[in-house]
């Protein structure tokens, strides 16, 4: 744990990742991401974790990435910062990771909640990719995840305009997985982990993996590798509980065996 980044278990299974630069508005620097990365990794080999929620503050997601860091660098430089194989740790972390969204979430900040699996966003909240502004664009998967999100010409109006929207509008274009109060979105999305925690995390980090691989692949292919993932369960001990279970009229237990 670090000042920047503040970890909890607030229920049983999930561990809450809260970005903490409240006098940067959660600004993204070299200490957030190398923090962010080394707590997924090694929430990745924890058994006790089956679902993340990343989160800001009350007002403030994550308002981008620190232009203070960045703003004299060189191509070289930024490559020698190595952000990218920090932001694939995110990306390649294999459990249900859910993004608590208040206030803004810009930039690298938007970035980060368009890693995760499932959004809950405030009422209040605001999205946006405005690096154009900056003369510069969207280094962390913006451009690809945003119109794998809300489709082309979405994305484009976005990206090339650097505009911000509200909540209601991401949620009507599909950005956000559920509008909360914004004083209700951490519960929102806790309580959310809770009960994805307490499915059967080798399933979910299948369907997880399929999904994700999929999207970039042919139809056939992508159907053949859920066809795969499908029938690896059935060697699992809780395919077979789940199914017991079920014919028993009794709650599952899932172990992750």
């Known amino acids: 744990m670090t000042d920047c980044l503040i970890e909890e278990r607030p229920e049983p299974g999930v561990l809450l990742l809260k970005i903490n630069r409240p006098e940067a508005r959660n600004a993204l620097n070299t200490q957030v991401r190398v923090a962010l990365a080394e707590a997924l990794s090694r929430a990745e080999t924890d058994h006790d974790v089956r679902a993340v929620v990343i989160t800001g503050d009350t007002t403030t997601f994550a308002a981008g990435a620190d232009i203070t860091v960045v703003a004299e660098e060189t191509p070289m430089g930024m490559y020698r910062l190595a952000f990218h194989k920090l932001w694939q740790v995110v990306a390649d972390f294999p459990k249900p990771m859910i993004a608590a969204v208040n206030g803004y979430a810009l930039g690298g900040g938007c970035e980060l909640a368009l890693h995760a699996d499932i959004i809950i966003a405030g009422e209040g909240a605001q999205f946006g990719l405005p690096e154009v502004k900056l003369g510069i664009m969207p280094g962390a998967g913006g451009t690809q995840r945003l119109v794998r999100a809300v489709g082309k010409y979405r994305a484009f109006r976005l990206l090339m305009t650097g505009d911000i929207i509200d909540a209601e509008t991401a949620a009507e274009w599909g950005l956000v997985s559920e509008l909360a109060a914004d004083d209700e979105v951490l519960e929102t ?69």
């Open 189 to 257: 999305a806790v309580k959310m982990a809770v009960k994805i925690a307490r499915l059967p995390p080798i399933a979910l980090e299948h369907i997880k993996e399929t999904v994700l691989l999929g999207a970039d692949l042919p139809l056939q292919s992508a159907i053949a590798l859920e066809r795969k993932s499908y029938h690896m369960l059935f060697d699992t001990a809780d395919q077979k509980e789940g199914m017991s279970a079920f014919l028993d009229k009794r709650k599952p237990h899932f172990r992750g065996e």
